[in-house]
């Protein structure tokens, strides 16, 4: 494995690279001077280094001719194309790929149908983008910090989080690892590196900056990686958070989750840029653009990326082209603003999970046999965790003041003593499942 | 909790006694201990004392002790503290605290616009870029929220980074993840990550900063739940709240005036008029008021509140005169039936901070509007 950021032991010895860089700016005051190297070149020293003159009045264009080509791996029909440069998958870890796709599908299937039966109150599926849930994931080791936004539950399936624990949450019983103080879909799981999910959009990114900055200080062969969505890419936080990266050199992945969708607002109306990957540039960071719903290319793409910021304690943009083919979420129609056709096509003819079984499958690694096999034990076994997660007790009232500080303060106490003082006289006015 | 955050500040400082700068020349190191020792204030239960009732004022001659109030009176009698006190001013306590802090855990960190090299723009940090380097001392690009929000991250990864904040009035552009994720994430995360942060700037009033420069903010970082708040008004309180907020688990917003008027000396002697409840640069306000209530026959008991979430309500007792409605509506909660009087508020007025130093004087409370108050609140 490539060795860990830094050099030398003790952090001073990261101050050469950066004072290096410091210094060079810091030239304001000495030379002016013009040099000559070329009669038609002149090149001048300002803040920020030397640039070449050029007597021409010319503008860059505000868009490149060509649009940044999409890295790809498969094509449409599962297969491999030619010219591709890419590492072969290991056939445990192929499948391992394949099955937790399936799994996420079958989970967001039949969680978004126990919302609508009103068995839990809130849910956000990840149809479409199976491909880069689970691929990115399977990509990284397990010491590598995962700041999510809210539609990467994949990753978490991968690490091992059980669809047992997925229920939990969403029912917000007392096995919730949140304790069932949020929303539906707003897991986190310390053990497996995932933070807990915040609604707030954008936030994480700089959160993602900060853990990288830790583990550059703490020298882990580990790097930090984010998630967010095109609208994501719209927030002040994202901005400064590439820009942080790139002048502290952290080893953090920027993963945006192009799926054409922000609720309602189309790309078109949510930047003029050419998607998100054309910005890594403008902050100095290396950037790829990949075909989302080719789960080898984001596979490779995230293997590379987190080699790159390993070792040379750098931030990574990657941009995956996908499509959100299902609503934003349960209290989401998007029908209201998008053609049915235009979804149904990319729920079917571009979708990610049948575009790779062809692969697996053309490698003689897959059959249907296998496959239905898989999509009933998948199913029963999520039937019975959401029947466990339902009739499981909630958590106890103590936990409502708990955890907002280290320990629990005085006004809190005399808040819950007031509050089970009231449900002991008015037990009829509040929810008989909370155990008091 | 807010005893716990104030014994812990007390217990620190008991190694390092630091004098206050002006005239007393006071050595405090009686406050550590009378504050670790103190457990009910003996201020809390006056109901015989009569507070501002009227013509039974009753005079005490005018000396101001300087001892800390809520003491007990045998522990403001003990002896100070072996070791000698220094004399500092208060960027140099927030920074002794800091170094100290720093040198003794390895992952506290502080990031901040011009906190490295330029050792920060009021010289909190100075000295430290170079002594722990550039990566624990970390100079951030302009964008409050987003390096905050990665003092979040670096915290929920095991880091206790102290975030800076050129001014309080600043931190607005970080509102968003100190009260969404901040305060909160502990708590929604079910308790699986903590986030040590401090969070720390000057704020308030100073001297014709503008109006953008002089924001007084408590009151909305007052309404986050998850967060602590502590504002410091003498470089002896300043080094203690430091430390105490650095190596608290809690999400700390640690405050400190712009601008402080020196000789403030200790806090008031025990009164039995009125008490005066007051933080930051008030202090020194109140201080001043006081001198002139006790000579012309007052009593009035000053306290220093240090705590602005959760409020030490133990030490702060009975009928007072406060700040910020907040504290106001708590008091008048929980000691209801222990007021004399209505409590009075006294705070600046609402508007902008004009830029022109007479009219800026003229928004914060001047002594004289205390004083005014205090025989109103008597009569």
New interface residues.
């Given amino acids: 494995m490539a060795p860990s950021c830094g050099t030398g032991n003790?952090?001073?010895s990261?101050?050469p690279r950066?004072?290096i860089r410091?210094l060079g700016s810091i030239k304001a005051g000495e030379s002016l001077s013009q040099e000559c190297d070329d009669s038609n070149f002149q090149v001048l020293d300002f803040p920020g280094g030397k640039v070449n003159f050029s007597s021409e009045l010319r503008f860059l264009s505000e868009s490149p001719l060509e649009r940044i080509s999409c890295y790809r791996v498969l094509d449409d029909y599962g297969q491999i194309i030619s010219a591709s440069n890419f590492q072969q998958v290991r056939k445990e870890i192929a499948l391992k790929m394949y099955s937790d796709m399936v799994t996420l599908q079958t989970m967001d299937t039949i969680f978004y149908e126990a919302q609508r039966q009103g068995r839990i109150s809130f849910y956000v599926t990840t149809i479409g983008e199976e491909a880069i849930n689970i691929a990115s994931a399977a990509a990284l080791s397990i010491d590598d910090?995962v700041?999510p936004q809210y539609r990467e539950p994949g990753v978490l399936l991968w690490r091992g989080f059980t669809l047992q624990e997925f229920a939990n949450h969403n029912f917000g019983n007392k096995y919730?690892?949140?304790?069932g103080?949020?929303m539906p879909v707003?897991y986190?799981?310390?053990k497996l590196n995932y933070?807990?999910v915040?609604?707030?959009i954008a936030?994480?990114?700089?959160?993602?900056?900060?853990?990288a900055?830790?583990?550059?200080?703490?020298k882990k062969n580990a790097c930090?990686i984010t998630y967010f969505g095109d609208g994501g890419t719209s927030e002040?936080?994202f901005?400064?958070?590439l820009?942080?990266a790139a002048?502290?050199e952290v080893p953090v992945i920027f993963f945006c989750r192009n799926n054409g969708w922000a609720i309602s607002t189309p790309t078109t109306e949510q930047f003029r840029s050419d998607g998100a990957v054309i910005r890594g540039q403008a902050y100095g960071i290396r950037s790829i653009r990949v075909d989302g719903n080719d789960a080898l290319a984001v596979y490779n793409a995230v293997h590379a990326a987190r080699e790159m910021a390993i070792s040379e304690c750098r931030p990574i943009l990657v941009e995956a082209l996908t499509y959100r083919a299902g609503h934003h979420s349960t209290s989401d129609d998007s029908t209201k603003y998008r053609p049915l056709d235009e979804i149904e096509h990319w729920r079917t003819a571009r979708d990610p999970v049948s575009r790779y079984r062809k692969w697996i499958e053309g490698n003689g690694w897959w059959n249907d046999e296998v496959e239905l096999n898989l999509r009933s034990n998948v199913r029963k076994e999520l039937l019975q965790a959401i029947q466990a997660a339902e009739k499981t007790e909630k958590p106890a009232l103590a936990e409502l003041f708990?955890?907002?500080?280290?320990?629990v303060?005085?006004?809190l106490r005399e808040q819950e003593k007031l509050l089970r003082e009231t449900i002991k006289e008015h037990p009829g006015d509040y929810p008989p499942d909370v155990p008091v | 909790m807010a005893g716990a955050l104030q014994a812990a500040t007390a217990a620190l400082l008991s190694s390092t006694p630091l004098k206050t700068y002006g005239s007393y020349r006071l050595r405090l190191g009686s406050a550590p201990r009378s504050l670790a020792g103190r457990k009910g204030s003996f201020l809390v239960v006056r109901s015989d004392a009569g507070f501002g009732s009227g013509s039974n004022a009753r005079t005490r001659p005018g000396k101001l002790i300087p001892n800390a109030v809520a003491t007990k009176p045998d522990a403001s009698s003990s002896s100070t503290s072996s070791k000698p006190g220094h004399e500092l001013l208060l960027f140099e306590a927030l920074r002794e605290g800091l170094d100290e802090e720093m040198a003794r855990d390895p992952r506290v960190c502080v990031m901040g616009e011009d906190v490295g090299h330029y050792g920060g723009s009021y010289k909190v940090t100075k000295g430290l870029a170079d002594k722990y380097g550039d990566l624990r001392v970390l100079d951030t690009p302009i964008a409050e929220n987003s390096f905050t929000g990665m003092g979040i991250g670096a915290a929920m990864t095991g880091l206790r980074p102290v975030v800076e904040g050129m001014n309080m009035g600043f931190l607005l552009l970080a509102f968003n993840q100190i009260s969404n994720n901040c305060g909160m994430l502990h708590y929604t995360s079910g308790g699986q990550f903590t986030i040590p942060i401090v969070i720390r700037g000057p704020g308030g009033v100073g001297r014709q900063l503008g109006a953008e420069h002089s924001q007084r903010l408590e009151s909305y970082f007052q309404s986050i739940p998850g967060l602590q708040m502590v504002a410091c008004s003498t470089p002896y309180n300043a080094k203690g709240l430091m430390k105490a907020a650095i190596r608290s688990e809690n999400s700390s917003c640690a405050l400190r005036a712009l601008y402080l008027l020196f000789g403030g000396g200790g806090d008031g002697a025990p009164g039995e008029h009125v008490t005066i409840l007051t933080y930051s640069r008030m202090r020194y306000h109140v201080m001043q008021a006081a001198k002139t209530l006790v000579n012309k026959g007052y009593d009035p008991e000053v306290i220093d509140i240090r705590s602005l979430k959760p409020f030490d309500l133990y030490t702060i007792g009975n009928s007072i005169k406060k700040h910020t409605p907040r504290l106001q509506s708590a008091i008048i909660k929980e000691f209801w039936d222990y007021l004399d009087a209505p409590i009075k508020c006294l705070s600046s007025q609402d508007v902008p901070t004009p830029y022109a130093g007479t009219l800026e004087d003229c928004t914060v409370v001047q002594p004289a509007e205390i004083v005014k108050a205090v025989e109103d609140l008597c009569k």
Avoid: E
């Fill in positions: 003790h952090p001073s990261l101050i950066l004072f410091r910090i700041i919730d690892s949140g304790k103080r949020q707003h986190g799981c310390n933070f807990t915040s609604s707030t936030t994480q990114i700089p959160h993602a900056v900060g853990v900055f830790a583990l550059k200080m703490d930090a002040g936080d901005h400064a958070a820009n942080f002048v502290m708990t955890d907002v500080y280290d320990q303060p005085s006004n």
